[in-house]
């Protein structure tokens, strides 16, 4: 049987870096992010700005010609997810490790067309 687990947040990226206290434990919560300028933290007409440029980049036509990389990389997980379950080694799965393994395959597939077997 496969059980499936959310992670609670706030909804949005404010709304979880706000459960974050003052200090030097907010500190670490947004500076990886950078001053808050771009587009994961910039609000208003700001956001919507680099939001219209961004667009573009992501348009279907554009992804259409990765979708062959994107499905095998997902058949990667997907099989060692079926390696797992059939060994009865595990029974359930942290699917933030292995999603964020699936994007770091497809990126460097996509983007280096380099083939790093990271999910292995």
């Not at 200090?23 to 587009?39: K, P, Q």
């Not at 997907?78 to 379950?85: D, E, F, P, S």
Request: with cysteine.
């Amino acid at each position: 049987m496969v059980v499936f687990e959310t992670r609670k947040s706030g909804g949005s990226v404010w709304g979880f870096l706000e459960g974050f206290g003052q200090g030097e434990e907010r500190s670490l919560a947004f500076g990886f992010l950078g001053s808050g300028d771009g587009l994961l933290l910039s609000k208003g007409n700001k956001w919507s700005r680099h939001r219209r440029l961004l667009t573009p980049a992501f348009h279907f036509d554009i992804l259409k010609p990765y979708m062959k990389i994107f499905n095998q990389s997902t058949d990667i997980m997907h099989a060692k997810w079926r390696r797992r379950l059939a060994e009865g080694s595990v029974t359930s799965f942290d699917m933030f490790e292995h999603v964020s393994l699936l994007t770091l395959d497809s990126l460097q597939k996509c983007v280096f067309s380099y083939n790093s077997d990271c999910q292995e």
